[in-house]
């Protein structure tokens, strides 16, 4: 397992960074996947925690963490049939509800 923290240098810049750091994450997040890599971004994270184990200065905000590993699972996606929990079968395999694109994609208008 390997995490990276996402660092803000505010003395630079202390508002709007949320986009550059989303896209810098995203990023990272697809070239893990790439290379066969689950990643698992996180926000709720104990920021005082991480900034006293790591030594993070006060003048560095610190955005998120990105936790990378190898998958030990095969989560199956599935149509959410108005249910949004996620459930174990019968055999374990993770099944992960999500919305079919026709119930969130608009075309031309809402």
């Known amino acids: 397992r390997a995490y990276?923290?996402?660092l803000v240098n505010?003395?630079?810049?202390?508002?709007?960074y949320e986009w550059d750091a989303g896209a810098a994450i995203e990023n990272m997040i697809l070239t893990a996947w790439a290379n066969n890599i689950a990643a698992c971004w996180m926000l709720s994270v104990d920021r005082d925690e991480v900034r006293k184990i790591l030594g993070i200065p006060a003048s560095h905000l610190?955005?998120?963490?990105?936790?990378?590993?190898?998958?030990?699972?095969?989560?199956?996606?599935?149509?959410?049939?108005?249910?949004?929990k996620y459930y174990q079968?019968?055999?374990g395999r993770l099944h992960v509800p999500k919305r079919p694109l026709?119930?969130?994609l608009h075309i031309n208008g809402f």
Do not use: M, N, W
């Open 62 to 84: 610190i955005d998120s963490v990105l936790a990378l590993g190898y998958p030990e699972e095969q989560p199956v996606a599935e149509d959410d049939a108005d249910s949004i």
């Open 4 to 6: 990276i923290v996402t």
């Open 102 to 104: 026709k119930k969130v």
């Open 10 to 16: 505010a003395d630079i810049k202390k508002k709007g």
């Open 89 to 91: 079968d019968e055999d």
